[in-house]
Structures are given as structure tokens and as C-alpha cells.
């Protein structure tokens, strides 16, 4: 069912980039009143222009009711909650944390007193 509903969101969502590419701009009106060929369409002048916005419209429609149902499916079958609701795992009890093991420094000797001296 998903996959339908993606292949209808697909080509819905494709038909309205080609239409809204197709479609003039308000300013394009002019170029019409002056002969611009659109006149002599398939659907007259103005007729172009209501019938692609309304096209545009319908697949605007179904491209955003498939978005709500491919969220509604996605939301259902979600098998992990989200990585809020893993609990935090702790140490057992008595477990003591590994420490890095830190050689200690010699007693005495010149580095010892070089490390305790204060830059001036």
C-alpha cells in the first residue's frame, strides 16, 4: 500500500513542477492581447490558464493528501521509539570504571624540581 501511494505522490509531485513551468507568469497577459498565439489554443485565450491552475490545484490536492498518508503509514509501522525512549544503561553493581593506569613520577632527582618551579 505504501508503495502505491509513493508512486501517486511521484507523479503528482512531477506533474506539478511540468505544470507550474508551463504556465505564464501575470505579466505574460499583455503579450496575449497582441497576438501572441496563445488565442488560437486548444481552450481560447484565458482557457489555458484556468485549466492548467486548476490541474495544478487538483495534483497539489492528492500530492499533499499522500504526504499525509505516507506519514500516517510510516508513523504505524515504526519498530524502534525513537532514541529518547531507550532506557540508559548502567553498570552493574560493584563494577568499578577501568582507570588509564598513570606512571608515577620519580622521587626526587632534576625533573622534580623543574616540574614544581613557577614561570616568571
Known amino acids: 500500500m505504501q508503495t502505491v501511494i509513493l508512486i501517486f505522490h511521484?507523479?503528482?509531485?512531477?506533474?506539478?513542477?511540468?505544470?507550474v513551468l508551463l504556465q505564464h507568469g501575470k505579466g505574460a497577459d499583455m503579450g496575449a492581447a497582441f497576438?501572441?498565439?496563445?488565442?488560437?489554443?486548444?481552450?481560447?485565450?484565458?482557457?489555458?490558464?484556468?485549466?492548467?491552475?486548476?490541474?495544478?490545484?487538483?495534483?497539489?490536492?492528492?500530492?499533499?493528501?499522500?504526504?499525509?498518508g505516507l506519514t500516517y503509514l510510516s508513523s504505524?509501522?515504526?519498530?524502534?521509539?525513537?532514541?529518547?525512549?531507550?532506557?540508559?544503561?548502567?553498570?552493574?553493581?560493584?563494577?568499578?570504571?577501568?582507570?588509564?593506569?598513570v606512571p608515577e613520577p620519580a622521587a626526587g632527582g632534576a625533573e622534580d624540581s623543574k616540574a614544581k618551579e613557577i614561570p616568571k
Open 10 to 19: 511521484v507523479l503528482a509531485a512531477a506533474g506539478i513542477i511540468g505544470l
Open 35 to 68: 497576438g501572441s498565439g496563445s488565442a488560437g489554443s486548444l481552450f481560447g485565450a484565458s482557457g489555458s490558464a484556468n485549466f492548467l491552475s486548476r490541474v495544478t490545484a487538483a495534483l497539489t490536492a492528492v500530492f499533499f493528501v499522500t504526504s499525509l
Open 76 to 101: 504505524g509501522r515504526s519498530d524502534s521509539k525513537g532514541i529518547m525512549a531507550d532506557p540508559v544503561t548502567t553498570a552493574p553493581e560493584g563494577a568499578v570504571p577501568a582507570r588509564p593506569e
